[in-house]
């Protein structure tokens, strides 16, 4: 069985056409899911051991490192680690309260004060997990975790005309704790019967201290702001020129990236905030990181369907949500793959292939080599331990498989990579 599938050659997405194509050589691992949509959320954990992973019934913990289950809560509800890791808040599965979660037990041991009020959808916590703050009925709270106390709340004022607020994101800025909302205020502009609408949708920035409103960006939807605040990413309804960079302070526009605002699911700054990380969902199939400075693509990868990303705090790994499968990445930041320096990296040939697919390894690989290929959803299709190359060359036969999209998972005792095949 071993001599058949060594008469093959093995090659994988996109060395051949373009370096830009593959972002799975950076995959670390890759999980199947039971959540029927997927993960709408990803979330690491403090010290970047833990991985949350909402999906649209349950919320499930997987270790980083290896991918496997920890453990796993009802409901699906956005929520954070506090007091090293050893607690997980949330907004509670009948949004009328904010509950903890002992992350060893996995029970409520406390909640927060309530008002009363429902709760919407979104939350943020600030970065030194003091304060917590949440969309309610009208407004918005804010609490402070220790006391477990509504120390803020914000009101929505009246507006003539005004006949429907929606929230489409809350954050906390990253240095001063200003609060970030992106909402959608939908105005009666007209006495006819159905009554003629406009919606206007902004991200209005207000004080900490006093929930002054301090200047207000147009936006489509969603938002994300550096470390430093220095910028702000914009979400537009652009088709051609979907993201725009601002700087924060001046509100002065820098660049209009060139991807389709419709599509894209995810943005995130590099902590030095050089870099900004945007991936879309069905149509467009990308990552890219883009060059904050010159707007200037870095980095692009055609390679899967992205629902939506995180980076670890220490920016050394990505975690992205496709479909059912949940994968772990090398960050795009800390590896030569953002200077595009490929020398060492074995190039596959041809890909898509019809059955036959070689692998040039470019440089030795110390010991056996072992070759996994999986679907899409992660199942193993074929298996091949102790493969000795020749000439650094490996060579398989994938004529067996059904066309459609696959991941060739290459490793030694020095080597391990990730691509994906495509067999037609």
């Known amino acids: 069985m071993k001599s058949l599938f060594l008469s093959l050659a093995l090659l994988i997405a996109g060395y051949t056409s373009s370096f830009a194509d593959n972002y799975f050589q950076d995959t670390i691992w890759m999980k ?20 949350a992973g909402f999906g649209y019934q349950k919320t499930i913990f997987y270790e980083a490192k290896t991918g496997n289950e920890i453990a796993r ?22 949004r009328t309260g904010i509950e903890i979660i002992d992350m060893k037990t996995l029970k409520v041991v406390d909640t927060l004060e309530s008002d009363g009020k429902s709760f919407g959808e979104f939350a943020d916590i600030t970065d030194d997990g003091k304060y917590i703050v949440a969309i309610v009925q009208g407004g918005f709270n804010i609490w402070d975790i220790e006391s477990k106390k509504i120390i803020k ?79 702000i990413a914009i979400k537009t309804s652009d088709n051609k020129n979907g993201v725009e960079i601002y700087d924060f302070a001046s509100k002065q526009l820098l660049h ?6 419709l599509n894209v699911t995810g943005m995130e700054f590099s902590s030095d905030e050089k870099y900004l990380v945007t991936t879309s969902g069905p149509d467009d199939n990308k ?17 899967g369907s992205y629902d939506n990303f995180v980076i670890s705090h220490k920016q050394t790994n990505l975690a992205c949500s496709m479909g059912r499968s949940l994968i772990l990445n090398k960050s795009p930041f800390n590896q030569t793959s953002v200077s595009e ?15 036959i697919v070689n692998i040039n390894l470019q440089s030795p690989i110390l010991g056996v080599v072992k070759i996994q290929i999986t679907n899409v959803n992660g ?33 030694s005792n020095n080597f391990h990579q990730t691509y994906k095949l495509i067999k037609e």
């Open 73 to 94: 809560i009802d409901g699906n509800k956005y929520g954070f680690f506090i007091n090293n890791d050893t607690r997980f808040i949330r907004i509670n599965n009948t």
């Open 153 to 231: 709340s914000y009101t929505s004022k009246s507006e003539e005309n005004l006949i429907k607020i929606t929230a489409n994101q809350i954050s906390f800025s990253k240095i001063d704790n200003q609060v970030l909302i992106s909402l959608d205020k939908t105005y009666n502009i007209s006495n006819s019967s159905p009554p003629k609408t406009k919606t206007i949708s902004q991200i209005i920035v207000y004080g900490f201290e006093n929930l002054d409103s301090l200047k207000s960006f147009s936006t489509y939807s969603n938002f994300s702001i550096s470390k430093t605040n220095k910028y």
């Open 287 to 303: 990552l890219i990181v883009w060059d904050v400075v010159t707007g200037k693509t870095i980095k692009s990868n055609n390679d």
């Open 379 to 411: 199942n193993v299709l074929l298996n091949i331990s102790d493969i000795i190359p020749q000439n650094n060359m490996i060579s398989l036969n994938i004529a067996q498989l059904s066309i459609g999209t696959y991941f060739l998972n290459l490793s």
């Open 341 to 355: 320096n490929i020398d060492n990296i074995p190039i596959l040939y041809p890909n898509p292939t019809n059955g």
């Open 256 to 261: 209009k990236l060139p991807v389709n605002g």
């Open 32 to 51: 199947k899911t039971d959540q029927s949509n997927g993960f709408y959320m990803l979330k690491f954990s403090k010290n970047d051991s833990i991985i």
